[in-house]
């Protein structure tokens, strides 16, 4: 299962949102509407696309324009209309996207605890809109809810002038009073959501200046504020939020949307619990027009299926089930060369692209022993022969993970490597006493067994995890595996109800160490640190970290955390692709690269993707007549690859 630290992650998708509706077929044609037919010509050129099409159409009249009204100038104010296209204009609306998840999500709150799962932030980026959004080329700042905004000299004070043809699917207009009741939500206590109030509590209340405009003020200097508050924070409807309070809404709205302002909606009714959840795009999207979405949200229905069992989701996928998959290292080489894929019917690639990398691995719960010592910590990790999982297992498809920010510009190189070394694993351990053996051949200290109890909820790294156990064998440890529900055990570990539990996490284009590593985090339940890792030096790096605005300032920063991280062992690292392993069925349009320049498969694919008709056509052909073959893409695609090798590197 995948965790993301932050909406962040996913913001580089660009302004979009994700709606439902409850169909289920089973075909590889996956309509919910045909899509319709592309246009002859289709201009690339990004001028001819307005910034904001129909400007200020929406808005009240009772507003002047130097209150933000009508006739807004902009004068004194920045903004971006340079940005280029964020998807391909080519793509066309219609069609169904059909994908699954291992298990029906705990909640679909965008807050509060058990919403940072995967499936939540991907919905979320696309049912929800920020202030801004973010160039997905050049990180740049682009318009999304806001068309202006400000930033005083003293990086302390930001404005924003609301677009005031903004609308949430109600039909609510946007205003300056729905930004403030957002910020009154996110640091509601009883939202019981800390790293809301960590971060959003960096700031004073806001202040409605006027029905457009919105004023916040920092408490403190920190480079993150402006971003985390025009990027970060999903607005939502103040008419609703006036109604309920954070424990209300933890009540009330577990599978209950609140109003958002994306392209697409989840309608009332349509959340088939434990089954399926399916996402609906909006006939009245209210900046369907506006360059940052073209060739954005494509499908008019995208539609997932519980599978609690990869394999069978799998067998799913090559039926024409489910529309595309991302395949494991085992299938990749062994079972991805069946007859649909030699045709073309199915297309296989390996997708390059700059996707954050977070951290696999085994997480210790540090505030349990004996894992509270840093020598078992570091013993249990030499007793991991990653070698030779990644050689006989993986068929060499990951690579090893020596750091908590892999394969990026903040991996600090002098990290150690911890080689499966037995030897020095056992010695580790003498030295903490585990040096006596019972009748039945197990390490022991003070006549107690060393005894693991290993949470997990991926079926598929069950076979890596029986290696690490049959290794421990050999020592002495005994180490159970428990197997749960990603549901389960996203609960246990948010509740730190755990020993040591399999995590991966998403990775961050900007890191934020403070709210997966800093002290405060560590003795209090529903935050990303979940290890209860304390130090010091990181505090203080994170104090130091939030007035850096150097980028080469934060990265030698995150060197120094990723140092001291990796040299305290809070996980045993495992390792991570180098690409995504993808399978699809080839009816799509795509954009270059597959995928968004940053994001995974499972954000892009749904935003940027759309059903070529001519495609779809020849691959319903293909099914009835063995005969068909269609072109087959190279295998692998590295689109992003390239286009950072011609660009100066971005943070």
Same mark, same amino acid.
């Given at each position: ?35 319709? =037919? ?84 991907? $919905? ?21 809810? $806001? ?33 403030? $009741? ?78 958002? =302002? ?144 892999? $394969? ?244």
């Amino acid at each position: 299962m995948m965790f993301k630290l932050s909406a962040l992650s996913i913001l580089l998708i660009a302004a979009l949102s994700f709606g439902c509706s409850n169909s289920n077929k089973t075909t590889t044609e996956g309509n919910s509407t045909a899509p319709a =037919t592309p246009a002859a010509n289709v201009s690339l050129n990004k001028d001819d696309y307005p910034v904001f099409p129909d400007a200020d159409a929406g808005a009240d009249p009772a507003v002047p324009a130097e209150q933000g009204g009508k006739g807004f100038t902009g004068e004194g104010w920045e903004t971006n209309t340079r940005f280029d296209l964020q998807g391909d204009p080519h793509a066309v609306k219609g069609g169904m996207l059909r994908d699954w998840q291992p298990d029906f999500p705990g909640t679909l709150r965008i807050s509060g605890p058990e919403s940072n799962s995967q499936f939540n932030g991907s $919905a979320t980026s696309l049912l929800y809109e920020t202030l801004l959004g973010l160039d997905t080329h050049t990180f740049d700042f682009i318009p999304s809810i $806001a068309t202006h905004w400000q930033i005083s000299p003293d990086k302390m004070t930001f404005r924003f002038r609301i677009n005031p043809n903004a609308r949430f699917s109600d039909g609510m207009p946007v205003t300056s009073d729905d930004v403030v $009741a957002t910020y009154d939500f996110m640091v509601d206590k009883t939202l019981e959501d800390p790293s809301n109030l960590q971060t959003y509590g960096k700031l004073e209340r806001p202040v409605a200046e006027s029905k457009y405009i919105v004023r916040v003020k920092a408490k403190d200097l920190n480079w993150r504020n402006f971003l985390y508050f025009s990027g970060g924070m999903f607005i939502l409807p103040a008419h609703v939020l006036k109604t309920i309070n954070g424990a209300a809404y933890l009540k009330e709205y577990n599978y209950k949307l609140l109003p958002g =302002t994306g392209p697409y909606t989840i309608r009332e009714g349509e959340i088939e619990k434990g089954k399926s959840i399916a996402l609906h795009r909006r006939t009245d999207y209210w900046n369907e027009k506006g360059r940052a979405n073209v060739g954005l949200g494509n499908f008019d229905e995208i539609h997932y299926d519980v599978v609690r069992d990869e394999n069978l989701a799998f067998e799913k996928f090559k039926k024409g089930d489910l529309d595309y998959f991302i395949v494991r290292p085992k299938q990749w080489v062994e079972d991805t060369n069946f007859d649909a894929v030699q045709r073309g019917l199915i297309q296989k690639v390996k997708v390059y692209n700059n996707e954050p990398k977070g951290v696999v691995g085994l997480a210790f719960n540090t505030r349990r022993a004996p894992y509270n010592d840093l020598r078992v910590r570091k013993a249990l990790s030499y007793l991991m022969n990653r070698k030779q999982i990644i050689e006989k297992l993986a068929f060499n498809e990951y690579v090893p993970l020596d750091s908590y920010y892999p $394969a990026s510009v903040y991996e600090n190189p002098n990290n150690p490597k911890t080689p499966y070394d037995p030897a020095l694993g056992l010695k580790l351990l003498a030295d903490v006493g585990w040096t006596g053996h019972d009748a039945q051949g197990r390490l022991t200290r003070n006549g107690q067994p060393f005894q693991i109890e290993m949470l997990y909820a991926s079926k598929p790294y069950e076979a890596y995890l029986t290696v690490y156990q049959e290794d421990l064998r050999k020592v002495g440890i005994t180490m159970n595996l428990r197997y749960v529900t990603p549901e389960t055990q996203f609960q246990m570990m948010n509740q730190r109800k755990f020993e040591m539990t399999l995590v991966a996490w998403g990775g961050l284009v900007f890191p934020n160490p403070e709210t997966s590593y800093h002290s405060s985090q560590a003795d209090i339940e529903n935050t990303n640190n979940i290890t209860g890792f304390k130090n010091a030096r990181v505090d203080e790096i994170c104090k130091q970290y939030d007035t850096m605005f150097d980028v080469q300032d934060r990265i030698k920063a995150i060197r120094e955390i990723d140092g001291i991280l990796a040299n305290d062992y809070q996980y045993v690292l495992l390792w991570i692709p180098p690409y995504t392993r993808l399978l699809y069925w080839n009816k799509f349009g795509t954009p270059h690269g597959h995928l968004s320049r940053t994001s995974d498969a499972y954000s892009s694919v749904p935003a940027l993707w759309w059903i070529d008709s001519a495609k779809q056509a020849r691959v319903k052909q293909g099914l009835r007549d063995a005969s068909v073959k269609m072109d087959i893409a190279p295998l692998e695609d590295k689109y992003w690859i390239d286009q950072e090798r011609q660009t100066p590197k971005s943070e």
